[in-house]
């Protein structure tokens, strides 16, 4: 008996002492620093290539004011159903931006993207055979949703490939894609229509094989990886998914911001080259390569002027100087024909297009946000474009009919701009910078 005593007393000795020696090894172990966290340099192949179809689609649709005219001469257009159809491919991002997110931040982003660009082909091509207004206005819808259900994508390639202080950069770079593809489609789609004899159908099927290549493109190098920092993080279900990404202050604002000044933009695109072919007899050519002249500077130029305004601290200050000088621009583009005049301020109305990878950057450093919001506060964001760029055409389009004169309304939704200033005199950058 006291021998049985004795080996239960040792047991209880020796199952002590392991087990207190298992939390001594957890314990040294959870305050061992962890492996910093290893980056390809792939990273820079995935994000470029996503870019590029990214903003191969906002080259689509920001081209339609070339084809303009030529549609409307086919179709018999009025300006409202001009404004129409410049609006229509945001209407699906505006509706359904948030559920979309929220339904494909599950997915893989190699996956999503390939889906969403293969919708957009076809949409294009729905476009270029469209008998009647009704079927290409539906086309231009269905665009836009392959549009903003491709960008969740985009907000979880760059979290799983880059670090958070490049994330700045990468949304420069994004700027930087933006002003040679959109500008550069500026400049091409009135070539492409002049040397397929003005057909603007003809034009619309070239962007379809266009859209095609790229597919094949991702299909063959896009990748996705698992960030180590996200591995084990349990984050919200549901509801509560929206409900974590929504709630953030700075993410209203910030979209406020946008709305405002991609309300004149979206306005200008549409209806741009027709006030200066109509007023100024300046062709569709110059007038592109005018608006084209400020979208490549507003993207090279985007990048450095982001990142100064990220390393001076300064971002505020540098979002209401970019919002005068925005709105001051582009009242200047249309009070006159004098085509010096003009490649100078549309230079300088690209340069405050540096704006974009600085409120492109908010929903990133939002203090908690999870993988999962992130992709829903992102998709807010570009929403957010849309509302703008939406309702620019929309109301330019009502107030030509009103004031009977596309150059007052210009002038006048030019002011929209003001909400740049708004939004770089409420913003919390500092507290950004701190939660980083």
């Not at 996503?50 to 906002?58: E, G, I, Q, R």
């Not at 991002?93 to 660009?117: E, F, Y």
């Not at 390569?289 to 500077?297: D, Q, R, S, T």
Request: aromatic share 12%.
């Amino acid at each position: 008996m006291p021998c049985r005593q004795r080996t239960e007393a040792q047991w209880s000795l020796e199952s002590r002492l392991s087990i207190e020696n298992h939390l001594s090894k957890k314990s040294q172990t959870a305050l061992t620093p962890q492996s910093p966290i290893t980056y390809s340099r792939y990273r820079w192949t995935v994000i470029s290539i996503w870019l590029f179809s990214s903003v191969s689609s906002f080259m689509v649709l920001n081209t339609l004011g070339i084809l303009l005219p030529a549609i409307s001469a086919e179709l018999s257009l009025s300006p409202s159903q001009q404004g129409l159809l410049g609006s229509a491919s945001h209407w699906g991002n505006i509706a359904l931006a948030i559920p979309l997110s929220w339904a494909t931040s599950r997915l893989s982003p190699k996956l999503l993207t390939a889906a969403t660009i293969t919708l957009a082909t076809f949409c294009l091509f729905l476009q270029a055979w469209a008998p009647v207004f009704s079927v290409l206005l539906i086309g231009r819808l269905l665009f836009g949703v392959a549009n903003i259900a491709q960008q969740p994508a985009r907000a979880l390639l760059t979290r799983q490939w880059f670090p958070p202080k490049e994330v700045i950069f990468v949304n420069g770079l994004s700027n930087v894609f933006f002003g040679l593809v959109v500008g550069g489609g500026l400049v091409l789609a009135p070539v492409i229509l002049s040397m397929v004899g003005g057909d603007w159908r003809t034009t619309l099927q070239i962007f379809g094989f266009y859209f095609a290549g790229i597919t094949i493109l991702w299909l063959i190098l896009g990748k996705t990886r698992t960030n180590e920092a996200d591995q084990g993080v349990v984050g919200p279900q549901g509801w509560a998914v929206i409900k974590g990404a929504l709630g953030h202050r700075d993410l209203w604002i910030g979209g406020m911001g946008f709305a405002g000044a991609t309300a004149s933009f979206g306005a200008f695109l549409a209806f741009y080259p027709t006030l200066m072919l109509e007023e100024y007899d300046i062709s569709l050519q110059i007038s592109g390569g005018i608006l084209a002249l400020g979208v490549i500077v507003g993207g090279i130029g985007g990048l450095a002027i982001a990142w100064a305004a990220s390393t001076t601290g300064r971002e505020g200050n540098f979002l209401q100087a970019l919002g005068i000088l925005m709105i001051v621009t582009n009242i200047g583009m249309i009070t006159t024909g004098s085509l010096p005049f003009l490649f100078v301020v549309s230079f300088l109305n690209g340069v405050a297009w540096a704006f974009f990878p600085i409120l492109v950057t908010v929903p990133f450093h939002l203090p908690g946000i999870r993988p999962r919001e992130l992709a829903v506060a992102f998709s807010f964001t570009m929403m957010s474009t849309s509302v703008g760029t939406s309702l620019g055409p929309l109301f330019t389009g009502f107030l030509q009919e009103g004031f009977d004169s596309l150059k007052v309304a210009l002038f006048i939704i030019s002011f929209s701009s003001v909400s740049l200033i708004i939004a770089g005199s409420t913003l919390r950058f500092r507290s950004q910078r701190t939660n980083d």
